[in-house]
Structures are given as C-alpha cells and as structure tokens.
C-alpha cells in the first residue's frame, strides 16, 4: 500500500506542467542528449524523494529559509531559457528534420538539466516537504519512496521516449516557431508565478 501511495502522490505532483518539464520535452524533441536529460532528472528527483523521507522533520524546519534564494535563482534561469526560446521563434529555422539532431555538448547539457532541476523552489516543497512527509508517516516509509522514485522513471521515462513523435508534427518551420513561441510564454508565465512567491 505504501508503494502504491508513492507511486501516486509521485506521479500526480510530476506530471504538472512545470518549467523542468518544459525544457525536458523541448530538449527532448531537439535531440539534445535525451538519454542523459532522463537520467540527471531522475536523479535529482529520487535523490529529493529519498532524503525528504528520511529527514522530513528536520528539513521541515530550516528549508524554508532557502527558499527565497532558490526561487530568484530559478526566476532567472526561466528568463533565460525563455529568451532563448523567443530568439528560436523570432529568427526562425528551417524547421526539425526528422533526420537531423542538435549537437550539444552532452555536459552542457547535464549542468542545464541539473540547474533547472535544483533551481526549482516547488522541487523543495514538492519532494521533500510534501513527499517527505507524507512518506515518513507510511507503515514503509522504504516502499513510499521507491513509489514515488518508480513514478519520477516512470515520467521522464516517457518524455524523452516518446519526444520522437512529436518531432514529426514539429516539421515545418511554422509549426515549430509556433512551438517555441509558446515554450518562451510558458517559462515567462512560471517565472511569473514564481515571482509571487518572493
């Protein structure tokens, strides 16, 4: 039951659109190093899940104060990779061929990933505050865990795997200026949202 619980709350606090799984789908669909995109991801996530868990209470009590810095630091990063998206979208391209990937240095790649990961404050108040919690009151807080470490694979798991296919709709130019248009806003729009937290 408690994996089941893991599994669940995991999968239902992941899958909501946020600036991480903005960037993992775009990355993703660009071809840029999918493989190690999931696994700096779900590290990040299981390594939260599974400290959360076992600290909740002492972290309950002084990670709030970081918060505030997490949350500037993201704002930033989300205005950059916005920018970056908007330039995509105003300049234009030649669209994604399906036959073709973006060659980027697959550490670059990792340190964005890892930033845009621990940068997130509702990282913090997702995996180890809310997960923590609720994992440490389980009958096997071990067996929470792993649900909710199975769900983080389980998601990302799929992005990257099935990114391919929405490259094909992306095709044409029009088509994916559209799509980084609205990767720009979305970023913008979760920046903003971070902003009135601060």
Request: proline share 4%; hydrophobic share 55%; glycine share 8%.
């Amino acid at each position: 039951m408690s994996f089941i619980s893991g599994l669940i709350l995991g999968l239902s606090l992941i899958v909501a659109i946020g600036a991480q799984n903005i960037w993992v789908l775009s990355q993703s669909m660009a071809g840029a190093n999918r493989l190690v995109i999931a696994v700096v991801c779900i590290v990040c996530d299981a390594s939260l899940i599974v400290f959360g868990v076992y600290s909740a209470q002492e972290l309950q009590q002084w990670i709030p104060e970081f918060i505030p810095l997490f949350t500037w630091g993201g704002i930033a990063l989300l205005i950059y990779l916005a920018y970056g998206s908007a330039k995509r979208a105003y300049i234009g391209s030649s669209g994604m061929k399906l036959d073709e990937t973006v060659t980027v240095d697959w550490r670059k790649t990792a340190l964005t990933a890892l930033a845009i990961s621990l940068l997130n404050p509702h990282v913090y108040l997702d995996t180890v505050i809310l997960l923590g919690s609720v994992g440490a009151l389980q009958p096997s807080p071990t067996l929470f865990a792993v649900g909710a470490c199975i769900a983080s694979v389980m998601w990302f798991g799929s992005l990257v795997l099935f990114s391919p296919k929405l490259k094909r709709l992306l095709s044409s130019p029009k088509r994916w200026r559209i799509f980084d248009s609205t990767i720009s806003i979305l970023l913008c729009v979760v920046a903003a949202q971070l902003y009135t937290y601060t």
